[in-house]
């Protein structure tokens, strides 16, 4: 199995701050890397699909980068509603695989 | 407005078999996609369980394989999920999905999870 790394586990940060969540998979993936953000009680939402592609809707704040086996998800200007927690996935060969998470609260 | 909504029993007994129903409105499953489940144990990451093309192509987590069963009634727009033998390890929030494939440039990228269904707690416990 492809195991997915995201470091920091938590991060405290402050409105409009630029964060940066970091995905590491145990073998090269090229570019099929994909992002979800989930708040408390909610199920997970399609930000970024292919590593660096939009999901439709998703704020131009959000951006993603990587191939291989490093990959970054970038908010460039952190907002109220962004606060939740962020996964990472492989859709690269199943079983696939999540990271265990980024939890961005409040500073 | 695509939408899935989870059904089914939300308490299963130790060593008894776990049945999730998803139903889907707004889409015709019929017309393509893969359709799928995750879980997720309280505090901990997603895990994908199994995914289906109609039912002519399944693949499953090799973790769980032995004990899922994933099926796709078209007529019914709906598909499940059968887990047998349940144990305390698979008391989690059990989300139905949808698996589209993408096609930005050249490269097809499969197993993106666009649409989500709520998710249904489900525990193991005598």
């Known amino acids: 199995d492809i195991q997915m790394t995201q470091s920091p586990s938590s991060l405290s940060a402050s409105v409009g701050d630029r964060v940066t969540i970091t995905c590491r998979a145990s073998q090269s993936i090229g570019t099929y890397l994909n992002w979800y953000q989930q708040k408390p009680g909610k199920a997970p939402k399609l930000l970024i699909y292919a590593a660096s592609d939009f999901y439709t809707g998703v704020p131009s704040r959000f951006s993603g980068s990587g191939s291989g086996t490093d990959f970054t998800l970038t908010i460039s200007s952190l907002q109220p509603e962004d606060f939740a927690t962020y996964y990472c996935q492989q859709s690269y060969s199943p079983p696939l695989t999540f990271g265990g998470g980024t939890k961005v609260d409040i500073k | ?126």
């Open chain 2, 1 to 126: 407005q695509v939408q899935l909504q989870e059904s089914g029993s939300g308490l299963v007994k130790p060593s008894e078999t776990l049945s999730l129903t998803c139903t889907v409105s707004g889409y015709s499953i019929s017309s393509g996609y893969y359709w799928g489940w995750i879980r997720q144990p309280p505090g901990k990451g997603p895990e994908w369980i199994a995914s289906a093309f109609y039912s002519e192509t399944t693949y499953y987590n090799p973790s769980l394989k032995s004990r899922v069963t994933i099926s796709v009634v078209a007529s019914k727009n709906q598909f499940s999920l059968k887990l047998s033998s349940v144990t305390a390890a698979d008391t989690a929030v059990y989300y139905c999905v949808r698996g589209i494939e993408v096609v930005p440039a050249v490269t097809v990228y499969k197993d993106v999870f666009d649409m989500w269904g709520q998710g249904t707690m489900v525990i193991v416990s005598s």
